[in-house]
């Protein structure tokens, strides 16, 4: 990647490649080339990352800077957001994405951003909550990384939801209200999570991690005195998958033959890449196809990793893709970089998901009634055990009264939203309150320095008025030895003409 155009990219062939041998199969013996050739790419971003000694080294936090800003604004106006790393192993997707303590890659920074967009959000009375879930797909199964049931790590099955697409069914979801929280999820997820030693990476992922954020954004009414809110006008809730994937290899590269186990991982991580690659060639010719006739079907189920990618590959999502390259191996990186080039000509349908709300009243009469009627037939199911139990009946199954439980139900709905709108209510007056603070504290601090700047303006003055008198007195004292000695002056002339015979 030459320094002087950073979004381009510029690959050697090696001589002895297997990218000569296939390509001469293919073409004439006139067009054969045996010396050394050179493939052009070019990028929204190429960044170089291998030196940091380098003047053109490009850190996670430059690199963040460069898409991390838009990515927060796509998420918090409504659109589904993906963010995926592809690469053959150890050429540093986790590194990029979730870094170390030094260095924090694209997930904690994107989270952090996140976190304090929902801070300032409080001041534009909309409520934002944000959930958390961390899964892994490790050998095709879904595995829940932040359940607290081991057992229950290998139950997740994928739905398709007919509207919203592929979805992971009883995923733990967490609430991420401090920077704390997604500490506790990450490392909790980290520890669950399938890695392995092999001869590229020590430390190497043997399964694609995907880190989702749901938000769901509450504007509420503004009141006319604007520091109390009115009802809920409009929701928005969007998603942010960052997905760091499995590192693609060739099993010879990896040297894991004998370790069954590796081996399975290997073929399966390879399958799902693989599956991954052949969507994207497909969605890049459907998207260069005129015609919707001519498109192909994407083989989307033959995967986990691309089911559960679904709408973010080709559907209701803004996707941005990091290719990571590394020198190890020409071939995997050829194939890397012709992904990419593929990828580049994919077209999304990305749309805002916004919904107004009705601002229907709670009808309390109508909840009343309901309690009432709960009431009575919690009565009458009371007398009728009871009457049961005194005719020796214990055998028979109680009366069952559904429509009661979906009532109560309906009662809880309402009352769980009540009590997340007066938390948020909590937080906005506290915000205020934080801001009126500011405020007196800037009020506080202007007033000392105005009381400072009064200090010392008297201070000058009386300065100024001593060093006045003090010339004043200077003057008069040099007037009265001028005048002294013109005095003495006189009285030495006198002395000269003194006669004392005259003085008699
Ligand atoms: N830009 C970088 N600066 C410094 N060190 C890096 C950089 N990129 C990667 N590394 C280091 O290289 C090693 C491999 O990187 P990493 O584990 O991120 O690769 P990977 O592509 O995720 O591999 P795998 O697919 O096997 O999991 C790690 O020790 C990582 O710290």
Redesign the pocket.
Known sequence: MPAEDPKSTILTVPPNSLYHSQRNKAISSAQKKTSEEQKYYSFDESVW??D?NQSN?T??RKFYNKTGPDIIEHFFQGFNVCLL?Y????????????G?RE?PGIIPLTIRDILNQKQRLVNEKINCQLKLLYIEIYNEQVKDLLTNNQPDLKKCRVREHPTLGPYVENVTECNIDLYADFVNCLNKGNSNRA?AS?S???????SHAIITVNLKQTKFVSQNDNNTLGEAEEEMVSNIKLV??????RLSKTKVFGQQDRVKEGTLINKSLTVLGRCFNLLATNSNSSSCQNASVIPYRDSTLTYILKENLAGNSKSFMIF?I?PIDFEETYQTLNYANQVKKIKTAAKANKTKLSLAPIDWEELRAMDQSAIQSLKDEINDLTNKLNNFELNSSPTSVPTEDNKSLKLISYLDNETSKLKFENTFLKQKLLERDRQLHELQSHVDYMDQELFGFIKRATQDKLSLQTASRLAEISNFSSLLEQHQRDLELQLEDYDPAKAF
């Not at 690469?87 to 979730?98: I, V």
């Not at 590229?200 to 043997?206: I, K, Q, Y």
């Open positions: 990352s291998f940091s080294y850190d996670n790393a690469g053959q192993t150890s050429s540093g997707k986790t590194y990029t994405m979730m170390d260095e890695t092999t590229m990476n020590d430390n190497s992922s043997r760091d994937l499995a590192g693609s290899e990571c590394s």
